[in-house]
């Protein structure tokens, strides 16, 4: 009961920092659309496409960088031979960019979420995730360069014990996306 508790005064935090934040001042991009490829440990694909919304809000400005993030909307794709697992997500993803854009305009960051998504099948490839609901884990590095973001990142997707068994996924993931 505390564990549940702990997670539910969590979640509201979280969404009370988002809710606070208002779109991008006018003229930096406020969206972003992403495409997504990665791989499980015993090889499973996984694709992912989806919207990004940024923040405006930034937190503890200093000379090496400063805290921010988005929210991000998606569509998964898990596949192994003849199993296909559809899924929906929302998380949001905090990051800390680096100022050191220089003369490149080359920005490096770090990030990580826990997010929530929706699977339509909760076994593939002889793994049983025990429900249709599921937590996104992801910590990753990446780099704006203009309009675009290139990043490298590990995801992992599972329902936290709230039912057993609890197989869990995990995934190295690259994604691109394009800011607007």
């Known amino acids: 009961m505390k564990k549940r508790m702990m997670q539910t005064v969590c979640a509201a935090v979280v969404f009370a920092i988002i809710s606070v934040c208002s779109p991008a001042a006018a003229g930096s991009p406020t969206y972003g659309l992403f495409a997504g490829y990665g791989q ?14 940024q923040f405006s809000c930034q937190w503890f400005d200093s000379r090496i960088g400063f805290l ?7 569509y998964n794709l898990w596949k192994k031979s003849s199993d296909t697992v559809h899924g929906a997500a ?3 993803v905090f990051v800390y960019y680096f100022n050191t854009g220089g003369s ?11 997010g929530v998504a ?11 995730l025990s429900s249709n ?6 910590i990753g590095v990446g780099a704006l360069m203009g309009r675009f973001d290139i ?5 992992h997707y599972s329902n936290a014990d709230i039912k057993s068994p609890n197989d869990g996924i995990d995934i190295w993931m690259g994604t691109v996306a394009w800011r607007f």
């Open 68 to 74: 921010s993030g988005y929210v991000e909307a998606s």
């Open 90 to 92: 929302l998380s949001p």
């Open 133 to 138: 609901f599921q937590f996104e884990d992801r």
């Open 104 to 114: 490149l305009g080359i920005i490096p960051y770090v990030e990580g979420g826990i």
């Open 118 to 128: 929706y699977i339509d099948d909760y076994r593939i490839a002889g793994r049983n």
């Open 151 to 155: 990043k490298l990142g590990y995801m």
């Open 40 to 53: 499980s440990w015993d090889n499973i694909d996984i694709f992912r496409l989806g919207l990004q919304r």
